[in-house]
């Protein structure tokens, strides 16, 4: 847990960063606190992406108590995430001495200390969301210890105890409801059973077979609970747009099954170059950071398989022989933890992410330490009373190499967690590695953006800005929220040429959705093509007619165009779904005032005064109205109203 503060200690200084804002500051049911908590128990089916992250209610529940607590603080978060994988790696640590009880605990404890100090573990520590890694390992952890003390007593005393293996139901179920992923642990548990099984008999076979049913009643108590399975996603419906899966995970072009088993390889094989030299580590791996092969160049990657169908058939000889027990059953826990995330069976939304290994790393945590115990003949013997001065050099030296793993590791771990600062830290640093990544592009210019909304921008973040953004559509020209934030930006550049001709291509190649000709509708009526304008409008409206921005230029466009009628019933629509809006309120009087009903004019037009008391422009306007309507006393009134706020001079 020291160790654990030690190395993650510097997150506390971190904001929210990466995917924190889907989970947290953005989910409403979340900011509810605790009022909130028996909503994030619901599936729910909305146009927002936190609905679309998976059935994690247990993760959003700590979520929740953090709001209530501490507000958006992100150093509660943080410090949570921290004690958490102190507790994690704790656990780890138990179950690994249990697991080789045949050795002392220094084995599972440099085991424990190669996991903790990994510096791929960063992104699932210093970013807050992953806490659903974290807790989903804890119950996992702590579901295999009692599986191997009732194995223990099986082979003592022959005794199942039906209070644990409920118990060990109900922990397989929380990990389930902190992550879809932990369902591993149904093909854990057996694996530990059969490591650790003295005699072969029934009761044996019987814990064994525990996982794949604990997994059936868990999936059904998920759906009875939720309305649907575990690892169903909510559909997109009206007005959301849902980019193509191909920008996240590459394995989405269309290939052929060989293709797909040539890319697996790549993978399995880049897992475990990743652990072994944790360089260089990125936020994200979508389109076109890893290549897809054709057959041709896919086939010699399955080569990579023959030295894992190798260690598989070395399992089944163990089983017999009880041979290189750490080696075995480390490669096996990392086969079987990472099989989720080698896509041959079934598409994830990401190719790669760091946060795949983490359970995956404790496996090669424990093969990495068997490896370099047997290459020193270190047998780490039970010995109550070891004399240091006998220590023989060889041993000495795998201290040494130990300690300098653990050493290059944490300081490349410390390191890490300072790019995870923000999203403008992480985006920026990780953009070297990610060059041919046309999200991660789109994303570095999206944050500039969000930091410079509102001319004047500076020469040098202008020319980022639109040089990310053209970068993300030239590497896939499926990048439609790169194509819709390019176009925004150049609109507010003053760039409308360059801006139309953008919202053209998007609104040819996207005609199904509403923002594109939104955009083209916007920035052809601030280049004064009203009729262009109106028409484009129109689409959007047809596809999508609620957005505030949306209706504000159609009923601008249609007014400006001749078309009084149109924009009446447009304009009383908006105001219905809008009423709080100050550019709607504004809108519905420009109508009243050009069809002659001056008093109603008046009233939205007050209403929108009302609604953005401090916009200058607002109250010259309604001040305007008054005297165009020759209500003189009215704008006097309204004229000292604005002057006493301080509003006007």
């Not at 084995?107 to 573990?121: E, K, Q, S």
């Not at 004064?528 to 949306?550: F, T, W």
């Not at 000292?640 to 006007?648: C, F, I, K, N, P």
Request: aromatic letters at 14%; a neutral charge.
């Amino acid at each position: 847990m020291l160790l654990a503060f030690l190395l993650f200690g510097n997150t506390l200084w971190n904001d929210y960063a990466w995917d924190d804002k889907i989970a947290i500051t953005s989910n409403e049911r979340v900011q509810s606190g605790l009022r909130g908590i028996s909503e994030l128990w619901k599936r729910h089916d909305r146009n927002e992406l936190q609905d679309y992250s998976g059935y994690r209610p247990v993760t959003l529940t700590t979520f929740a108590m953090d709001q209530a607590i501490a507000g958006n603080r992100p150093w509660f978060g943080h410090l949570g995430n921290i004690i958490l994988y102190g507790l994690c790696c704790s656990l780890l640590f138990l179950f690994l001495k249990d697991f080789f009880d045949d050795r002392n605990q220094t084995f599972a404890g440099i085991c424990t200390l190669l996991f903790l100090v990994h510096p791929a573990h960063c992104e699932v520590v210093a970013n807050v969301k992953s806490r659903d890694e974290i807790l989903a390992m804890i119950f996992m952890m702590l579901a295999l210890l009692l599986t191997i003390r009732m194995q223990r007593e099986v082979n003592e005393n022959g005794r199942i105890s039906p209070f644990q293996i409920l118990f060990i139901s109900f922990l397989c179920f929380l990990a389930m409801l902190s992550r879809e992923s932990s369902v591993v642990i149904f093909a854990l548990m057996p694996l530990v059973v059969l490591f650790k099984m003295n005699k072969r008999n029934w009761k044996s076979w019987f814990l064994a077979g525990t996982g794949p049913a604990l997994f059936i009643l868990s999936s059904l108590g998920i759906s009875l609970i939720s309305g649907s399975f575990p690892w169903d996603s909510p559909s997109f419906t009206m007005g959301a747009v849902q980019e193509h899966a191909i920008l996240g995970n590459c394995l989405e072009a269309e290939i052929g099954i060989w293709d797909r088993i040539g890319m697996a390889a790549r993978l399995l094989v880049h897992y475990e170059k990743i652990f072994l030299v944790p360089y260089p580590l990125v936020y994200y791996s979508g389109f076109n950071q890893f290549e897809v092969n054709t057959w041709l160049s896919a086939f010699p990657n399955v080569f990579y398989f023959l030295p894992h169908v190798f260690a598989a058939g070395l399992l089944i000889y163990v089983t017999v022989l009880r041979k290189w027990r750490e080696l075995v059953f480390g490669f096996a826990w990392f086969s079987i933890s990472i099989a989720l995330y080698l896509q041959i069976l079934f598409l994830l939304d990401d190719t790669f992410a760091d946060r795949f290994m983490f359970v995956a790393s404790a496996g090669l945590s424990v093969l990495l330490c068997g490896l370099i115990s047997r290459a020193f003949r270190m047998k780490f013997i039970q010995d109550k009373n070891p004399d240091v001065a006998k220590i023989p050099v060889r041993a000495k030296l795998f201290y040494v190499l130990v300690i300098s793993i653990c050493a290059a590791w944490g300081t490349l771990t410390f390191c890490r967690n300072r790019i995870w600062k923000d999203d403008l830290s992480l985006f920026s640093h990780d953009i070297h590695h990610l060059e041919n990544c046309s999200r991660a592009h789109y994303y570095l210019a999206e944050e500039l953006f969000r930091r410079n909304p509102e001319p004047p921008f500076e020469s040098v973040t202008a020319r980022q800005i639109e040089l990310h953004y053209r970068r993300a559509i030239e590497i896939s020209d499926e990048a439609y929220y790169a194509r819709t934030g390019l176009t925004e930006f150049l609109i507010r550049s003053g760039k409308s040429h360059d801006a139309a001709e953008i919202a053209k291509e998007t609104a040819a190649k996207f005609s199904e959705h509403a923002e594109p000709w939104f955009f083209l509708g916007k920035v052809l009526y601030l280049s004064d093509d009203v009729a262009g304008a109106k028409e484009a409008l129109h689409q959007s409206h047809l596809r999508n007619p609620r957005p505030e921005d949306m209706n504000y230029y159609y009923i601008k466009s249609m007014l400006e165009s001749g078309d009084t009628t149109g924009a009446f019933v447009i304009s009383g629509y908006a105001v219905k779904l809008h009423a709080k809006s100050p550019a709607i309120q504004e809108a519905r009087a420009d109508v009243f005032f050009a069809q002659g009903q001056y008093e109603f004019a008046l009233l939205h037009m007050e209403e929108s005064v009302n609604l953005n008391a401090g916009n200058e422009a607002a109250w010259k306007k309604l001040i305007g109205m008054c005297q165009a309507s020759g209500n003189q006393e009215m704008a006097e009134h309204f004229y000292r109203q604005a002057r006493d706020s301080g509003v006007l001079r």
